[in-house]
């Protein structure tokens, strides 16, 4: 049997060659894993987008400014037309946990309605 000199060019070559492919291997599967990731959070960035749309659409922004910043504004038939139309959008997006409106002319008013 031959015994393989581990101090000669030709086996030098070899290794090196061999660290080359697998670097380059699991460089470019980092690489499509970043992508596959970034192509994910793109896709779920643009459905957020269209149900976003879809609900501002839905909701009257009138009667939405109607509803008393207070407790007591949750017994408001307004509310409630609000709560029902959204209660609609978070059962055909069953991972909605959270639907919040909130108005930039006024920081500190937010309406929350948590479904």
């Not at 015994?3 to 030098?12: M, T, Y």
């Not at 037309?81 to 959204?86: A, S």
């Not at 959270?98 to 108005?103: A, E």
């Amino acid at each position: 049997m031959k015994k393989i000199n581990l101090r000669s060019f030709k086996v030098k070559v070899t290794l090196v060659l061999i660290l080359c492919m697998l670097f380059s291997g699991a460089m470019s599967n980092l690489l499509i894993y970043k992508f596959a990731i970034d192509s994910q959070f793109n896709q779920l960035r643009d459905k957020l987008k269209v149900i976003a749309q879809t609900a501002a659409l839905m909701v009257d922004a009138d009667l939405l400014l109607q509803v008393p910043l207070n407790p007591e504004g949750i017994n408001t038939p307004q509310y409630k037309i609000i709560t029902q139309k959204l209660s609609k959008i978070r059962e055909v997006n069953p991972p909605i946990k959270y639907i919040y409106f909130d108005n930039p002319e006024l920081f500190e008013e937010v309406k929350d309605i948590w479904l």
